[in-house]
T-cell receptor
Framework: ETGVTQTPRHLVMGMTNKKSLKCEQH?????MYWYKQSAKKPLELMFV???????ENNSVPSRFSPECPNSSHLFLHLHTLQPEDSALYLC??????????????FGPGTRLTVL | GQNIDQPTEMTATEGAIVQINCTYQ??????LFWYQQHAGEAPTFLSY??LDGLEEKGRFSSFLSRSKGYSYLLLKELQMKDSASYLC??????????WGAGTKLIIKP
């Protein structure tokens, strides 16, 4: 496979469930990102990992927990979510967070619905 | 605060030209990106501007004026497949991307 892949593509969960989203990039990049995309709103940056170290946590509630075991994989662990957390969750990667021309490559996203 | 403004929705005719504007107020500036996102798909990179002026890439061009905090994406010879959302994003002084809400472009035959 090439590019950035995400699984699952669709997820429906109850507020008491625990689930995980997975992202994998095959581009040899060193930075990975989690974004939340809600209808008609700007992309919201949630977390950034650069060389496996978390460099950004944009005041995200603790019910979202990221994990980056290596520079190719990124997880988002979910527990006790709220209905307002329903959104498209996008993963992206780039060569290096601080490089001047830092094009981000996105995965297809996970459409999450919280009941 | 930081802000990116772009129209919510635009409609254009197949074969025509459309200009999508983006204005920004950010803490510092380290480049402006345009991405295309088809419904249900990932955003894909279109263009990057860091200096003033026009960058042309096939049917798509992007313009930047840093003094005015303004950019536009120009799409020529519109095709039905150009129906998508177009996202403007600015990298601020901390190298964080600040995103606009996107402009949904509808192409009519």
């Amino acid at each position: 496979e090439t590019g950035v892949t995400q699984t699952p593509r669709h997820l429906v969960m109850g507020m008491t469930n625990k689930k995980s989203l997975k992202c994998e990039q095959h581009l040899g990049h060193n930075a990975m990102y989690w974004y939340k995309q809600s209808a008609k709103k700007p992309l919201e940056l949630m977390f950034v990992y650069n060389f496996k170290e978390q460099t950004e946590n944009n005041s995200v509630p603790s019910r979202f927990s990221p994990e980056c075991p290596n520079s190719s994989h990124l997880f988002l662990h979910l527990h006790t979510l709220q209905p307002e957390d329903s959104a498209l969750y996008l993963c992206a990667s780039s060569q290096d967070e601080a490089s001047p021309y830092n094009e981000q490559f996105f995965g297809p996203g996970t459409r999450l619905t919280v009941l | 605060g930081q802000n990116i403004d772009q129209p919510t929705e635009m409609t254009a005719t197949e074969g025509a030209i459309v200009q999508i504007n983006c204005t920004y107020q950010t803490s510092g500036f380290n480049g402006l990106f345009w991405y295309q996102q088809h419904a249900g798909e990932a955003p894909t990179f279109l263009s990057y501007n860091v200096l003033d002026g026009l960058e042309e890439k096939g049917r798509f061009s992007s313009f930047l004026s840093r003094s005015k905090g303004y950019s536009y994406l120009l799409l020529k010879e519109l095709q039905m497949k150009d129906s998508a959302s177009y996202l403007c994003a600015v990298r601020d002084s901390n190298y964080q991307l600040i995103w606009g809400a996107g402009t949904k472009l509808i192409i009519k035959p």
